[in-house]
Nanobody
């Protein structure tokens, strides 16, 4: 079993930056592909970024490419999302997710087995 706890959300002005953290419990964390998703008001949950367990593969949604960076520190059981040049449309609850295997597309919500409780990010214009 894996438990995920996000932190780092908050209120920021457009153009600003935030770094989200997700700490995982469970000794098998190092072998799990990890991802970030978000859900804006009245919207479905959408893919943001993913990183393989080895770190050799990363994936980004087109809307965040070049602005967001996903990274992980397996020694600390932590995955990060560095968000720069934030826009009002980035406002959402951000969720950390993990899956036991790399089968299926990294952007597919249904392939993830574990989810955090979410952290709110609000970007003001």
């Amino acid at each position: 079993q894996v438990q995920l706890v996000e932190s780092g959300g908050g209120l920021v002005q457009a153009g600003g930056s935030l770094r989200l953290s997700c700490v995982a419990s469970g000794r098998t964390f190092n072998t799990y592909p990890m991802a970030w998703f978000r859900q804006g008001p009245g919207k479905e949950r959408e893919f943001v970024a993913a990183r393989s367990w080895s770190g050799l593969s990363t994936y980004y949604a087109d809307s965040v490419k070049g602005r967001f960076t996903i990274s992980r520190d397996n020694a600390k059981n932590t995955v990060y999302l560095q968000m720069n040049s934030l826009k009002p449309e980035d406002t959402a609850v951000y969720y950390c997710a993990a899956r036991r295997t790399g089968v299926g597309g990294p952007a597919a919500v249904e392939t993830y087995d574990y989810w955090g409780q979410g952290t709110q990010v609000t970007v003001s214009s």
